[in-house]
């Protein structure tokens, strides 16, 4: 199974963040008992929403979209979340399956 799902103008993505990661970016597919995750790792804590905001920019940075095209969508206090990617459904997933 994907890690992602189209949804009307956009495309979830599920993923799971490593917050303070020494290895910041895209770390491959994580396993989880839902589906295949997307890992992201980003140096930043998990303090007042700050690596919630590092992991939307780091996907929007890969898929190459506007920071603002990226949100959290579920789980903005768990590793494990959803992020709503919004755009060309076609394009985006053309650019996650390259992942």
Known sequence: MAFWRVA?????VMVKVQPKSRRPGIQGRAPAPDGERLRIGVSAAAEDGRANRAACATLAR??????ASVAVAAGATSRDKTLRVSGDPE???TRLEAL
């Not at 890969?62 to 920071?67: G, I, K, S, Y």
């Open 8 to 12: 009307p103008e956009a495309v979830l």
């Open 62 to 67: 890969v898929l190459d979209v506007p920071a």
């Open 91 to 93: 394009r985006l997933v």
